[in-house]
């Protein structure tokens, strides 16, 4: 199947999210985007759905968190009972505040690693993978719009473009 | 420009003129000597009523443990229970010859615990009410000093806020004043008597003694209302300045960081007076921090509220909801920053269990153990919860309950600092105390708002003025 797309490049962040609104407006359909930093705002205008990594991150918490309170209790209780400070052994809930750091750093270790993971699994990355972005100044100070061109004039598209603010356009024909 | 309605104003004086009937109530009802004191007893005892004594509830606690779970007593346990002593002076378990003794000696206890409570009850209100804008005080400096670009269009709504400190700290004063004359035994290193059969406390009178005691507070409040006084003035200077010139703005920064400076030492300095002090025996390193923590997280809830009803009355059209998110996330920020310090102080202690050290919290488990854990749940698991969501904090009734659940419970924080040490376990929360609360609250009301009309709502020549209208998240 032929798709063709158009790579609008821009040098400036405030001048892409301006193109991205014109684009969205003349309801033209952006692919990807790619910039050299994460672009404030930039989903919004793009009209992305809200991430819903803080959710997993919330029961990556939690899951972090019944681990250390099944942890503490196992090692420092059950399994081999520890005099903490003269207090009551057998118990876990009279010795439990000396556990919070251990339920606090662990809730955290989930949340953050487990979350970071998820992160890579749904953006499909995985170490050595190879870079995807189309153009290697997209790393260092440019920004790149994939246009779809679908049924549009390619003439028309690119004359918008350009008057939106690109400095540059190719046309990429995958066959 | 801001002008009081004549409703807000109304309804201040209200809180103040009930509030301080309430005092005086309070006073009024205050047991003049021991005789009434035992006619209550007498009384209480007579109707039958079961006076909750700690000594009392202990027994039942006790038989929890040997029975409920299987405890094997560890060699090492060390008690930190009241031991029977203890309870016999507290007046629980009565019998012997030495009843008698004790039973005057317990009536003697309650006398001047009863004593004490309108007192206490007006200085952790009076207290807790200049708190709050020492707390919005730091938060502004924070602001110049950071050189921060969201917030200068919240500038006025915290200078007016300040404007309570001056006020506050003077009643902070004479209450110390009235204190150090021995109109009330708030602070028993005062007393004379009691310095004397107390050498852990004789080797603090090189600190603790009335007037230096009186000299620090002066120190603190003058020169916390002096830097205030300045900032504010070079930000009202700011905005009669030419465009571009930044002569006052840069003033300001360098005196904010001055204040900031100033602020930490004789924050810190000042908790141990004021607050620590009450129990002169007792003492924890991060003490200042804790009540900092108290202190600037009420202060920025302030902000939040008084922005927010000063919106919903037609101004600070210029803020918009991405302030409040930021007020809401600081919010949220400093109240896990206060459970950390709450936590990271009874930790230590708990698990060292130093007699001298752990007695502190064992009054306030003991006798106070609802406020003491009601409000870890008030000022910790409520604003996590409510203001997790980032969504939440945007919408403004949802800052406005957690920031009400906040200021409740940072009343009770500093309630369950004062109270064990002045009245011990006689405490309830009754006239004097909410009393207390409401004409506080109304004076509270009455200064901030009233500072705001004479300046306008929002600051010129700010140099990030521009980016902090057009903030947004």
């Known amino acids: 199947m032929a798709s063709k797309v158009i790579h609008a490049l821009y040098t400036d962040d405030d001048l892409l999210l301006q193109a991205v609104r014109q684009v969205k407006e003349a309801r033209y359909h952006i692919g990807e985007i790619y910039t050299p930093f994460p672009v404030h705002g930039l989903d919004k205008a793009m009209g992305l759905e809200p991430t819903r990594l803080a959710i997993t991150s919330f029961i990556y918490g939690v899951i972090g968190f019944c681990v250390a309170v099944v942890m503490m209790n196992y090692m420092m209780i059950e399994d081999w009972p520890m005099d903490i400070g003269g207090k009551p052994s057998f118990s876990f809930i009279q010795n439990m505040p000396s556990f919070v750091p251990i339920m606090f750093e662990l809730t955290v270790f989930f949340a953050a690693h487990l979350m970071v993971i998820t992160f890579y699994l749904r953006s499909k990355l995985w170490p050595f993978k190879l870079a995807e972005n189309p153009d290697i100044r997209t790393t260092d100070d440019h920004f790149l719009m994939e246009v779809e061109v679908a049924n549009h004039n390619t003439d028309d598209l690119t004359k918008f473009l350009y008057d939106t603010g690109a400095s540059e356009i190719k046309l990429i024909d995958n066959k | ?473």
Not at chain 2, 69 to 87: A, F, G, K, Q, Y
Not at chain 2, 336 to 350: K, N, P, V
């Open chain 2, 1 to 473: 420009m801001y002008t009081l309605s004549n409703k807000l104003k109304l309804f201040s004086i209200i809180l103040m003129v009930v509030g301080l009937i309430g005092v005086a109530v309070g006073f009024i009802l205050a047991p003049a000597n021991i005789q009434e004191v035992e006619e209550m007893v007498a009384n209480q005892e007579a109707h039958g009523e079961s006076h909750a004594l700690p000594g009392e509830t202990k027994t039942e606690n006790d038989g929890e443990d040997a029975n409920g779970l299987e405890v094997v007593p560890s060699e090492h346990e060390i008690h930190t229970e009241r031991v029977d002593d203890e309870r016999a002076v507290l007046g629980a378990d009565v019998n012997g010859d030495e009843a008698e003794a004790h039973d005057n000696e317990h009536i003697e206890h309650l006398f001047h615990q009863l004593q004490n409570k309108p007192w206490a009850a007006l200085y952790v209100a009076a207290f807790f009410f200049f708190m709050i804008p020492l707390g919005v005080l730091v938060f502004y400096a924070i602001q110049y000093a950071a050189q921060a670009g969201w917030s200068p269009v919240l500038f006025r709504v915290m200078e007016g806020i300040t404007g309570y400190l001056l006020p506050g700290g003077i009643i902070i004063f004479i209450l110390l004043v009235l204190s150090s004359l021995h109109l009330n035994h708030l602070f028993i290193w005062m007393d004379p008597e009691v310095v004397e059969h107390d050498p852990i406390i004789q080797n603090k009178t090189s600190f603790l003694n009335v007037p230096f005691f009186l000299i620090r507070a002066a120190i603190y409040i003058g020169g916390w209302a002096l830097f205030r006084h300045f900032l504010v003035k070079n930000s009202h200077s700011l905005d009669e300045a030419e465009p571009n010139d930044l002569f006052y703005f840069k003033k300001n920064f360098k005196l904010a960081a001055g204040f900031l400076v100033f602020f930490i030492v004789t924050e810190s300095m000042m908790s141990w007076d004021w607050i620590m002090s009450l129990d002169p025996h007792w003492f924890s390193t991060l003490f200042g921090w804790y009540v900092f923590a108290s202190m600037f997280v009420s202060g920025i809830t302030m902000i939040a509220l008084v922005t927010i009803y000063l919106k919903s009355r037609g101004y600070l059209l210029f803020v918009n909801n991405s302030h409040i998110h930021d007020l809401a996330k600081f919010m949220f920020g400093i109240s896990i920053f206060w459970t950390y310090l709450w936590f990271s102080q009874f930790m230590l202690i708990w698990y060292s269990n130093i007699p001298e050290e752990v007695t502190y919290f064992v009054t306030r488990i003991e006798d106070y153990g609802i406020l003491f854990f009601g409000m870890v749940v008030l000022n910790f698991l409520f604003p996590v919860l409510l203001l997790m969501n980032s969504d939440f904090k945007r919408v403004n009734w949802f800052v406005v309950m957690t920031g009400i659940v906040i200021l409740f419970g940072h009343y009770i924080d500093i309630y369950v600092m004062v109270m064990p040490a002045t009245v011990g376990e006689s405490w309830f929360i009754g006239i004097p105390e909410i009393s207390s609360l409401l004409f506080f609250a109304g004076l509270f009301i009455f200064v901030i708002f009233s500072s705001m009309t004479k300046v306008p709502l929002l600051v010129k020549r700010n140099p990030y003025l521009k980016e902090s209208e057009h903030f947004h998240y």
